[in-house]
């Protein structure tokens, strides 16, 4: 009896699959699953055909400078710098992430998240997605928010989020928002 309903159960789920097959149906996607790397894979540097997003923090801005080069994530790289996060990036067409970590004078500590999407849909997209209810509107770039020690905000195709470590590198955050909108796509 055992062996009739195994077969049973197997023969169902294959008889389907050769009917949509057969059928021609086989072209409609319902539903796609995207991968998720290992999370040893390393941040791959890439260069979009516009230009490279690195070039955006390549120098200092607003009296900050960088502690450290710049790092570019493409959509593999994506999934380690922001793990679950990722697929609404993706889904709403990421082409390169560009991270960095800045210091001011004053001690200010900040890291600087530049996320390019294809189109400024794309990046209004995942800013309404990400902007809490009870965010405090800011005029920076097209639209921006700020919180506790990050400010958010969207330029065109760029996506960006500046986030303080200390005080000081929050005061710094508008100055430099608005240096870095001058620098955006």
């Given at each position: ?12 789920p294959t ?8 059928r ?5 996607v ?11 894979a390393a941040?791959v ?5 516009s ?14 400078e ?12 994506l999934?380690e710098?922001i793990?679950?996060?990722?697929p609404l990036?993706l889904e ?9 970590d800045?210091?001011?004078?004053s ?25 809490p ?17 990050a400010l958010v905000?969207?330029k ?13 590198g929050e ?15």
């Open positions: 009896m055992r062996c009739v309903l195994f077969a049973i159960l197997v023969a169902i008889a389907l699959v050769t009917f949509i097959l057969t021609g149906q086989a072209g409609r319902v539903a796609a699953v995207v991968p998720v790397p290992e999370a040893t941040p540097t890439v260069t979009p055909a230009a490279d997003p690195a070039a955006l923090v390549a120098t200092p801005l607003a009296g900050a960088r502690t450290d080069p710049p790092t570019t994530y493409d959509a593999q790289g999934f710098y793990d679950g996060a990722a990036f709403r067409h990421f082409e390169s992430l560009v991270a960095s800045w210091k001011t004078a001690g200010g500590e900040f890291t600087c998240d530049i996320y390019l999407m294809a189109t400024p849909d794309d990046a209004a997209a995942i800013y309404d997605k990400e902007r209810a009870s965010a405090k509107t800011i005029k920076v770039g097209d639209t921006a928010h700020g919180g506790s020690m905000f969207r065109g195709r760029a996506y960006v989020k500046l986030t303080a470590f200390n005080p000081a005061a710094a955050l508008p100055s430099f928002g608005e240096a870095l909108i001058a620098r955006l796509p």
